[in-house]
């Protein structure tokens, strides 16, 4: 098995970029990605992105876009596989340094969601399920999650409250993020008292509709790269059943469970970046990956048991989709920038120190697929 | 670009029956059921099916009213979703004929065939199954 090292990160800041195109923010990133790594060229560029296809509109994205980059020398391929696209796209990266069919690839991320007004946005993002079942319905982008929600707070008896640590916690976190969307802190009370997206989920409850562009550079351990910053360690996915309510348990992340097993599990993890579009989903995930009970996950958050002084794996120390942003195709690249420079020691935002093993994991919708990456430090 | 499916007719055409009559698919090696039909069942991958129709009662499991509503129309706004337990199979669709005060007591709900898409760069009206509250109360029952 040959390494793969992260050596070069870029990210441009979430949020609404009128002025700028898919290309243009896509270009930032990943010059930024390339000086960093210090080198001008690659084999390969992998472009995720999810509703370019819908938003920008534009098809055979990930070729107009390494032509805008300046990188007509290299080949290009395009991911779309949803909310997970960023990881999707990274797997493809790992699995071309490892057949040694590459030396050198840049991964890049991007998507806009603002585009549009927000009620045609919602009609894209509903595409995120399954069109042929429940998205056959005005579900939205939240119809679902709630759902989940209120059967997980019905079921478990869980009070509404105590999720809403959750979504304060991802903000205290963003603060300190410069890349993060919404950089302000927020009270659990403010969560339960906002506007209602699809009761019981809030505005609070919910990732802002953002633009932004992620990148890194990936190279083969073997070739003695210029700007080692992180080891890509394995990259998995699963598929699960197309929506909860073919599930026996709706609120069983089937296909988290099995991603999580075929990474090897998460002893050991330090830091991790988990999917939280909706709140109910950062809860129903760390219980799928083992580290809080059945309904009780939003107690542990509660508690403190995920931040920085607690004693479980930090949570999103970037603020997560709810506060770092989450521009759809772009996001699990972000999540790649933010682990491999809290491994190398280049993180200005919220850390313990020391940590030597980070996961991040995604989702697209309810769980239709799952996908993980483990990084190491160096 | 308004909501999801509009402007398609082939798409309205070909899943009109299992739109419009509540049918589901049996597989006919593990015995389970699944809603709306699908090419293989998703519990064991056979391709061995049969179109079943499916009770048109069922359990309102969880609900919500969806204010972040896709499309140009906010005159539907909120569209109320429910997740219902029909016993073989479970279903996301809508719910109708009920009013926001009353949904935290609905147990029991109905299909009936209503319109989901009045737009569309066709003329397409389409139409699907919602569930409604169950209305006459069992007797002796809890309503
Ligand atoms: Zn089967």
């Known amino acids: 098995m040959k390494g793969v090292i992260v050596t070069g990160t870029g990210a441009v800041r979430i949020g609404r970029h009128y002025e700028k195109s898919v290309r243009a923010l896509a270009a930032e990133a990943a010059w930024k990605a390339l000086d960093e790594a210090g080198v001008d060229g690659v084999d390969f560029v992998v472009v995720a992105s999810s509703l370019s296809y819908l938003q920008e509109p534009q098809l055979s994205l990930a070729s107009y876009i390494t032509s805008s980059l300046g990188l007509g020398g290299a080949r290009a391929i395009g991911v779309e596989s949803g909310e997970t696209s960023g990881l999707a796209a990274l797997d493809v990266a790992y699995s071309l340094l490892q057949s040694e069919k590459a030396s050198r690839v840049l991964v890049v991320g991007v998507d806009k969601l603002t585009n549009h007004p927000s009620g045609p946005t919602y009609s894209m993002l509903q595409l995120l399920h399954d069109a042929e079942a429940e998205a056959y319905y005005k579900i939205g982008h939240a119809g679902v999650a709630a759902l989940l929600f209120r059967l997980y707070l019905d079921r478990y008896n869980v009070e509404r409250a105590t999720t809403a640590y959750w979504p304060a916690l991802m903000h205290a976190h963003a603060k300190e993020n410069p890349h993060a969307m919404l950089r302000f802190a927020i009270t659990p009370e403010k969560v339960v008292s906002g506007m209602p997206l699809a009761d019981p989920i809030t505005l609070l409850d919910a990732y802002p509709l953002g633009d932004g562009a992620a990148a890194v550079v990936l190279e083969r351990e073997d070739e003695h790269p210029k700007n080692p910053l992180a080891r890509v360690v394995a990259v998995e996915s699963a598929i699960g059943m197309p929506g909860p309510q073919l599930r026996d348990d709706p609120l069983d992340l089937e296909s988290v469970r099995t991603v999580i097993q075929r990474i090897g599990g998460t002893d050991g993890v330090d830091v991790m970046e988990i999917h939280d579009s909706f709140t109910i989903y950062a809860l129903l995930e760390l219980e799928a990956m083992g580290l809080a009970e059945k309904g009780k996950s939003a107690e542990l958050v509660a508690e403190g048991y995920f931040s920085k002084d607690g004693e479980g794996p930090l949570a999103n120390p970037s603020g997560g989709l709810k506060a770092r942003g989450h521009p759809i195709g772009a996001t699990d690249v972000y999540k790649i920038v933010e682990l491999a420079n809290i491994l190398a020691g280049t993180w200005s935002g919220v850390r313990r120190g020391g940590e030597k093993r980070a996961l991040a994991l995604s989702i697209n919708a309810a769980g239709s697929e799952a996908r993980a990456a483990l990084l190491e430090a160096l | ?143």
């Open chain 2, 1 to 143: 670009m308004n909501g999801v499916g509009a402007g398609s007719l082939p798409r309205w055409w070909r899943n009109r029956i299992p739109r419009y009559r509540l049918v589901g698919a049996k597989c006919k090696v593990c015995g389970r059921i699944h809603y709306p039909p699908r090419e293989a069942c998703p519990y064991c991958g056979s391709r061995d099916l049969e179109i079943v129709p499916l009770p048109r009662r069922g359990k309102l499991l969880s609900y919500t009213h969806v204010f972040s509503v896709p499309g140009d129309n906010r005159l539907s706004t909120p569209i109320i979703l429910g997740l219902v337990d029909l016993g073989s199979a479970k279903v996301i669709a809508e719910l109708t004929d009920v009013l926001p005060e009353e949904l935290p007591n609905v147990k029991e709900v109905e299909a009936v065939v209503r319109k989901v898409e009045e737009q569309g760069g066709n003329g397409v009206i389409g139409y699907a199954i919602k569930f409604r509250p169950v209305l006459q109360a069992t007797p002796g029952g809890q309503g």
